[in-house]
């Protein structure tokens, strides 16, 4: 049983986006948090109680100043509660286009697709349920000619999910990059679990881990900001011919993301959407 003392952390945003909560999110990221959840006008952080150090955390909030938004935030113990219980209870399997399904363990009796993804749930990385996660996967199993006997990157990749995906899909080998330890460790743990860690390995990091000319296919599910600031890097490392996919952002967002991207020399492909979120493909010319 999984029965711990947490810290809520509600921060206020104001004013309060989903894209300035992910800005928050992606600023506090280095310290031990476990779950995030957005609640206008507030960022809720829940973090184990001996981890929790509030300097530590006003010190990073501080590095915020000036970039838009103004942020304060307040800490309450939140009573022993069993955290897999509640997983159990809120995570629903997903089925992808009648070809994927992202289950957890304690599914039992469903029906099978073509590809089936384990995921045991942990507080903070994604089970499939998001958009952007969905539109995602639906990506891959488009393109399965590209995908098999191919290099792939999962930059940001958390639970894994999309790795797991392209390795069940046969690509060649398949590389899973985190800038949260826990979720690299998660994420190699799931690889085992789905019987692909032989072609799949994990890394602790950012963009800097990125190899040139090394990919045929790259997944980045992360946020507008980060996507901005990366794409160079991510068209870099990908080879000719390669595919970028690319989501976490408003449709609203993609003439910013289409002029990062064909300033980098990759070509746009297509897009989709889902409840405003959307997900875009780019080609890296021949």
């Known amino acids: ?23 928050v999110t992606a600023e506090i990221c280095d310290l031990p948090f476990e779950s995030f959840s957005s609640e206008d006008p507030f960022l809720k952080c829940y973090i184990q109680k001996e981890l929790y150090d509030m300097h530590a955390l006003r010190v990073v909030l501080s590095g915020l100043d000036g970039i838009g938004f103004d942020v304060s ?29 992202i289950k957890a363990s304690f599914h039992k009796d469903l029906n099978r697709t073509k590809y089936n993804i384990v995921i045991d749930p942990k507080m903070a990385f994604g089970t499939g349920h998001h958009q952007t996660t969905y539109m995602m996967c ?62 799949m390995e994990t890394y602790c990091g950012d963009a800097s881990l990125l190899q040139r000319n090394s990919y045929d296919i790259f997944l980045a599910n992360i946020n507008r900001n980060i996507l901005m600031q990366d794409i160079p890097t991510y068209a870099l ?15 609203e967002d993609m003439p910013m993301i289409i002029g990062s991207a064909t300033n980098s020399g990759l070509e746009y492909v297509s897009h989709d959407s889902m409840d405003n979120w959307c997900c875009m493909e780019f080609r890296k010319p021949q």
């Open 1 to 23: 049983m999984n029965s711990q003392e947490y810290i809520e952390v509600s921060i206020k945003i104001t004013p309060f986006s989903e894209e300035n909560a992910e800005i």
């Open 73 to 101: 935030f307040t800490s309450n113990l939140v009573p022993a509660v069993n955290w897999n219980a509640i997983w159990e209870s809120q995570f629903t399997p997903i089925i992808v286009d009648g070809e994927c399904t």
């Open 138 to 199: 639906r990506a891959l199993l488009r393109h399965k000619e590209q995908v098999r006997d191919k290099v792939v990157m999962d930059m940001g990749c958390g639970t894994a999910i999309l790795a797991i995906l392209a390795a069940k899909m046969k690509a060649k080998h398949v590389y899973g990059i985190d800038i949260d330890a826990v979720a690299a460790i998660s994420a190699y743990d799931n690889a085992k679990a789905n019987r692909v860690s032989k072609v």
């Open 237 to 251: 490392s990908l080879r000719k011919g390669g595919l970028l996919f690319v989501s976490g952002f408003y449709i």
